[in-house]
């Protein structure tokens, strides 16, 4: 969670604001006493599709967040020693995929 003086909030708003959209929480201080906290707004779960909905309800499946986790592109790849996922993308490409 971020945390954010008044006037270091009115300063920076698109910054922090694009860090709620992201899926952050920011925490405003006013003397450095907490004041508020802003969060995202939930999903709309009406939106979603009846059989998506089914699924999450019967436990076979997990709806995402939208954020990605915060370590996720610091993690190291998998090694391909064989060289199969160049393969596979070359393949793909000559068949004109």
Do not use: H, N
């Not at 300063?11 to 006013?30: F, H, Q, R």
């Not at 076979?60 to 996720?72: C, D, I």
């Not at 592109?73 to 793909?92: S, T, V």
């Amino acid at each position: 969670m971020r945390s954010a003086g008044i006037s270091k909030l009115k300063a920076s708003l698109s910054e922090y604001i694009d860090a709620v959209k992201a899926g952050e929480e920011v925490l405003v201080t006013d003397r450095g006493r907490a004041v508020a906290r802003i969060v995202p707004v939930a999903a709309d779960r009406s939106a979603l599709p009846d059989r998506l909905k089914k699924l999450e309800g019967a436990g076979l499946l997990r709806l995402g967040s939208g954020t990605v986790p915060r370590g996720f592109w610091a993690a190291p790849r998998p090694a391909d020693r064989k060289g199969k996922a160049l393969a596979a993308i070359l393949a793909e490409r000559a068949e004109g995929r």
